[in-house]
């Protein structure tokens, strides 16, 4: 028996942290129904034990909060984990994590600018500091942070190679500073520290914020911990004496592009061997030192490489090169050109019809600009990133394909999950959805990786369960809702973007008045409610408590404004009476479900349809979410032990039921709103009474036959749309809606080459033009869930996969599923085929968790831990 994976606040020996540690191990076995007895963790600093828990007896392995000795900065401290198995056996593991400021007064830095004002194209600046390094060191740690974004480089290397650092937060309430290990950079004598610092969100109009004070000037903090082998100390900081140039990014934005211009290139800019005295001082200024915060979460970095899939001479005479996938991230090049001349890059995700270059996102030309100095160069952009596939090239006789490389772009985040099946198609769409899940998850979690690029909630909030199951977002997500804390409203508002900008504050301003309710609305339901939604999926995925105990406050402001909504303001069209009509939230301005396919057919989501439909949704979308969130909150309040909070929930969720019922539900047993999407939110959310629900299923099933087996949801109704089928004796038919090779259906972007989740089914519309939509919005992608859940069956009977239920099911003509995925607990397979009529499933279930095996032919079998076989006879019948 092993202990492995041991991981510190979800990550495997972070450098630098400033929250209170909790940890997390795997337990492996090569034998049978493992199960952890007993643990023991033990903290030491060097020799000094800060906290040892003693033997206890827990099953618990995930989750555990540190309760030792206060800890102090800048110290690394080493953990020791023991555990004990159900068959006597024991095991041990170590690991550590490092502490970086625990207090802002440990920060002996100070703020240097350089004296030009941003404008609008502002070249980015070189800031350079030489330091000596007096004795022998044992080690040194660099931490550092700008305005603007940065690399950090030591005598001529990069300190690591992570991109866009600080990272997209509420800046004026929490910039991230990052932590270097740059022992190895260093040697005795003269050392050099340098920042090279360009736009970044910071100083992006789409992500700007004036009100928040934000500095017109690129600004750097550092501080290196010098720590020497006899025992002493040393501290470099940023201060009067770092010097600033600017060098060759000549420009750059998150949005447009750079351009970098090499014959303004620097040498040895970053080593002891520039001479700066004809550089610029800096200004030193006195910004205050508490929003500062260790990072939460790995950075961005590469993620792969590709070489160019095809070279294209358009009808027009264009030199566009394929990668064969769209990406967010940017092209390498290597290319030995004649000085001064120019080369420009334009992405794009698709061609147009007539195979010319066409760029999909209006407005935005996502373009970089390449000015030779004469010299064999590799040139990779340095502060931006685009969302694209094809890139085209002007200022190049000659393309040849292996000077260009993609660079494909996320945050660091560990896989979790693998799944391949008999059918191409469906696995086509699972790696699509991949595609989008890592384009968008660029420091925040974004709707597209190409327009917008901002941090939409409602995004999120129905995609974070997929999420979860491709990849360990677990820290990335804790980082994200740490700032959608920050930009909560007073009135427990929550912007439908976070971080929120000056850009978004404007169309909030304007959407509700397209959509409904006053100016001062800003939160819509689904959106908003992403504030409860992801930290429960959180929980239920991974029985993460501490996100749940971190974000309760906000839950509840959150549900409370819900609450003084729905009290005060009274919609239209309740249909109830005035006492019932008090739980109801049916005013203010919705998205509701959000680009419902026959609402945005023609022209996309600025259409007059499309925004009549967001402001039916407060009649049905608003009151049902209202209902979803305070019944998971008292769930959530009963986890956190909150007993008064969990009865009020719960009460308030029962008057939320009745209201809605009353209002939603006709005579006749069908919904007021007779819409796919309405059919599918009330049957998903309990609205409907047990004993009808057969009868409304049977509706939404009509309802989508008469539409030719096509769907008509939206954002919020399509995540659960073939659970609303598959739960109530459609299973079959939501395979078949799956399938749906005619738009709006996820085969027909498959079928059209699609390699990422598009925005909308119409971004080729009807007639064979393309829309001016996103192609790589991960919202419709959702559906995975659904995919990992039934075609593999791995599902959750107790929150974070304690109790696993394997129930595949071999839908339509499936022949074999593979499916993996790393819980908490360690790895789980489902591995099932149809040969001669014979099912045949294998099952992997991790240590210290159990399973229930559910199988076609309606036996059911309970193991733990350990690899198992079964087979079954297939069943036929529609289920
Ligand atoms: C974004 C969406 C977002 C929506 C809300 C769009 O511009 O790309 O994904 O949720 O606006 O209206």
Redesign the pocket.
Known sequence: MFVTDLKCNHRKNPLGMDDIPYFSWKMESEQQNVMQTACRIQVYKEKRCLWDSEKTVTEKSTFIPYEGDALESCSRYRWIVTIWDNYGNQASEEAFFETAFLSHMDWKAKWVECRQKHKKKTPAVLFRKDFQVKKELISARAYATCHGIYRLSMNGERADAREFAPEYTVYEKCLYYQTYDVTPLLKPGKNTIGMYVGDGWYFSMMSKKKSRNFSDHYGILFQIELHYEDGTKETIISDENVKCKTGPVQYSDLYYGEIYDAREQVSNWDTPYCDDRTWKNVKIREFPLDNLKAQIMDPVRIYREFSVKKVIKTPKGENVLDFGQNFAGRVRINIHLPKDSVLEMEHSETLGTDGNYFNNIQGINQKDVFISDGNEISYEPLFTFHGFRYVRITGLQEIRAEDFTGIALTSEKADLGTFECSDAEINRLVENTLWSQKSNMFSIPT??PQ??K?G????IGIYAKTALKNEDVTAFLTGWLNNLKLEQKEDGQIP?VVPFSDFYSMTSKL?PILMGGSPKTISSSG?ADCCIDIPYDMYCMTENTDILRRQYPVMKKWLSYVEVQAKTKKGRESGVEKEQEQYLWNSGFH?GE?LIPSCCEENG?MSKENFASAREGKNYVAPIYFYTSSKKMAEIAKILGEKQDEEYYKSLSEKILEACQKSLITKEDRLRYERQGAYVLALKAGIIPTEKKQTFADRLAELIEKNGNKLDTG?LGTPYLLDALSENGYGNFAYTVLKQPERPGWMFEVRNGATTIW?SWNCYGKDGKIQLM?MN?Y?FGSVCDWIYRNISGIDFLEPGYRKIRISPKPYGDLTAANRTYQCEYGEIQSIWKIEDGVFTLEVKIPCNTTAVVELPDGRTESVGSGTYQFTSRRRKENE
């Not at 939409?456 to 995004?459: I, P, Q």
């Open positions: 709707d597209c327009r917008e901002a939409w909630t409602g995004d439908p959407q959106w998205y959000w989501s954002f925005e996103s919005h919202a």
